[in-house]
């Protein structure tokens, strides 16, 4: 077994975040040590900077995306530069310039995160030129030079790309499949004695959060990157089988649902279950070498141990079965035991057969897969209605913009009225911290906060112990490296590298040194209360207005999922891929609903509306999607088929006529308690192999029901 914090470092050093910090590191410094060889170091701090901005955008995705929102974003930093150099003499004007642009450029966070990207790099190089007050030939000559710096940033990122075009979705696709084994380990907490299962769930929740996060990541650079599509390329087939087989793998892992506390009840005292957590454990295990060999170009193998415990674990089910004649062990027990045992070799030989891939003779005889790729993506074009539509108090997007724009200008006139020799870092951090919503501007806040004091005391400790000019060079190259990596990541820890890396840098420019670390934690703390204060006070985006909406489409994502696995037993030629785009459909608003119940836990008590009932909400639609996955599953891996669907007709109409029900009570605010039925339909006695799948098919819709009802009478309950 590896070393897991030796792993940990190899992963980092080999995944995206790093190859982006290593990427804005050497376009962001080159220029400055290049041109200050040639004592032209102010020239190149603005190529610097204008590498900077642009680097904003540079976020993962599609090549052709990135390039168009650089290119974009040149254009307009260059614009804008020009503007504030020739008008920042006026301060009236500078001020009402300021307050538009926030507004203008927040309001692009409609058109998706790239967009709002580069409204956050205007607004970047706006703050930081809004002191800069000089002739309007060295304006000109200072927009050029950003302009000049932007085009070399782009052509690095560029140059990059094309020399590993697979590059990025190698390292995303590793990491989707990271997320997938923790979620796995997640799932293994459920078989070890003692286990906290409220406790457990909720972390359960967060990495199918965080599962969906990775998936949709790779959708986005997988499905729109050309080489992969339409290029019939060995190395590209490789990538799309292996997504593919993945997200097959989590929807198994997803269907293994049980009430655990009455297994532990039954066989804590046999000591089974803690073989079966040790199995999915290495399961886990695998599939985190699968993600390591993809960033590292290696071929990870199965280790034959894993293939006999579980052998191991199937015999000894077999040997309780066998030992159970005093009936103390329920059977319904034993069957679930035999299920979830079924379940994990599924999970085995998908992971071996993805494994098989790695191989570089097999490689070259992948078959590619017919994929509908665009009803996986989702598109946002740049439509101008879009804009005045949400040109309005109804739109959360138009709220937060005109928040942006007052609490901009508030910092403005409070920096000029403090003086600071740095006053545009109360700017700066207003505009970092400045979320749509007031959980995520409270948690980026604290962020800021802490990575800002712990670093301005590490900031200032190098800065008496450290003299030497190389060395300190090495340690802002460092801090450069890390603060950029980490950006994405953990901002904390980019934050933290941040803080003596500006420090560094001003010691470096003769700017000063522990007088400078003071006023940055001053200026911090002024915008982040600034920030905060107006989150709270000023046309607040709460989470629980988003509740009704995030509830009504788990639902119908559900129904929607619940339809297309029914059709899987009913006809035989049934579109595979509406099936998927319903499975996906339900993980996206899952995931959607759990993170906005995990954020309102950030929010004040006032504002915590309905936790307990939005808790029951999420834990029965999870439920209810792991009981849909299992139904599924026993069709696609089983190939079970039902020998008379008729009988099932009844039980599987009320079911989409309570999902119906529960759409509709949560619509119409309806107080009146209804009393609705489940159906029960008997199942013939087992005679035969065929007559047990019925029987275990028949449960399942059952089960599928009940839920479903759970759900209906919860509803009848929450007013919103």
């Not at 976020?59 to 974003?73: F, Q, S």
């Not at 409609?110 to 703050?127: D, E, N, P, W």
Request: charged share 20%.
């Amino acid at each position: 077994m590896f070393n897991r914090p030796v792993r940990s470092i190899q992963d980092f050093l080999l995944s995206t975040y790093f190859a982006d910090g290593l990427r804005i590191t050497i376009g962001v410094l080159c220029p400055s040590l290049i041109l200050a060889q040639f004592g032209l170091l102010q020239y190149g701090m603005t190529l610097s900077l204008g590498a900077l901005c642009v680097s904003v955008v540079d976020t993962p995705g599609p090549i052709v995306h990135r390039r168009n929102a650089m290119l974009i974003t040149t254009g307009l930093i260059t614009i804008i530069s020009i503007v504030v150099g020739l008008t920042n003499s006026n301060v009236y004007f500078i001020g009402a310039l300021l307050f538009i642009c926030s507004f203008i450029f927040s309001m692009l966070f409609l058109y998706g995160l790239r967009s709002a990207a580069i409204g956050t790099a205007a607004l970047l190089i706006m703050v930081l030129s809004i002191d800069d007050i000089r002739p309007w030939k060295e304006v000109l000559v200072f927009a050029l030079l950003i302009f000049i710096g932007s085009i070399w940033y782009t052509l690095l990122s560029y140059f990059v790309y094309r020399i590993r075009p697979f590059r990025l979705v190698q390292q995303t696709l590793s990491d989707s499949i990271h997320e997938i084994s923790e979620f796995l380990r997640a799932k293994a907490r459920f078989y070890h004695q003692n286990t906290d299962y409220n406790e457990n769930y909720a972390k359960l929740l967060q990495l199918q959060v965080l599962v969906h996060e990775k998936q949709d990541a790779v959708r986005e650079v997988l499905f729109k990157t050309r080489e992969i599509i339409r290029e019939s390329t060995p190395e590209g087939r490789f990538l799309l089988l292996v997504f593919v087989d993945m997200v097959d793998l989590f929807e198994q892992v997803m269907s293994t649902y049980y009430n655990y506390e009455q297994l532990h009840d039954q066989f804590d005292e046999s000591g089974i279950l803690a073989h079966y957590e040790s199995v999915i454990i290495k399961i886990a295990d695998e599939l985190d070498e699968i993600a390591f060999a993809l960033k590292s170009g290696g071929v990870p193998k199965l280790p034959t141990s894993l293939i006999e415990d579980v052998e191991t674990l199937r015999n000894e089910i077999t040997t309780l079965e066998i030992n159970n004649k005093d009936g103390k062990y329920n059977t319904l027990g034993i069957i679930a035991l035999k299920n979830i045992e079924v379940n994990i070799e599924n999970i085995l030989s998908r992971v071996k057969t993805i494994n098989g891939y790695f191989n570089k003779k097999e490689k070259k005889n992948l078959k590619p897969r017919e994929i509908d790729v665009e009803r996986f993506i989702t598109r946002q074009s740049i439509d101008l209605k879009l804009l005045f539509e949400n040109l309005t108090f109804t739109s959360s997007t138009f709220r937060h913009s005109l928040r942006v724009a007052i609490v901009m200008l508030i910092g403005f006139v409070v920096a000029r009225l403090l003086n600071f020799s740095h006053s545009y870092w109360i700017l700066l951090t207003i505009l970092v911290i400045s979320k749509p919503g007031f959980s995520l501007t409270k948690k980026r806040n604290y962020e800021r906060l802490i990575g800002t004091v712990i670093g301005a005391f590490i900031g200032m400790g190098i800065l008496v112990y450290v003299h030497d000019k190389h060395t300190l060079f090495v340690i802002l190259l460092f801090c450069m490296i890390g603060c950029y990596s980490f950006q994405r990541k953990n901002y904390v820890v980019s934050v933290l590298f941040m803080t003596p890396y500006i420090l560094v840098l001003f010691d470096f420019l003769g700017m000063g040194g522990l007088s400078v670390a003071r006023e940055r934690i001053y200026d911090t703390l002024i915008g982040s209360g600034i920030a905060l204060l107006a989150s709270y006070s000023l046309f607040p985006n709460w989470e629980h207005q988003k509740l009704k909406e995030a509830m009504l489409a788990t639902l119908k994502a559900n129904m929607n999922y619940f339809e297309q696995v029914t059709f899987l037993y009913t006809d035989d030629a049934h579109n595979m891929t509406n099936y998927k785009v319903a499975r996906k459909e339900v993980y996206v608003t899952t995931a959607n609903l759990a993170s906005l119940f995990q954020r309102m836990f950030s929010e004040p008590k006032s504002k915590q509306l309905r936790m307990k009932e939005l808790h029951q909400f999420t834990a029965l639609n999870h439920l209810l999607s792991s009981y849909i996955a299992t139904l599924s599953l026993y069709n696609k891996e089983h190939s079970f088929k039902i020998s008379s669907f008729d009988d099932l007709k009844p039980v599987v109409n009320n079911t989409t006529y309570l999902m119906n029900l529960s759409i509709e009570v949560l619509n119409s605010h309806s107080t009146a308690l209804s009393n609705v039925p489940l159906i029960r339909q008997p199942v013939k006695p087992e005679k035969s192999d065929e007559d047990s799948n019925d029987a275990i098919i028949h449960e399942q819709f059952d089960l599928i029901q009940k839920v479903a009802y759970d759900i209906f009478k919860l509803c009848e309950k929450i007013k919103i």
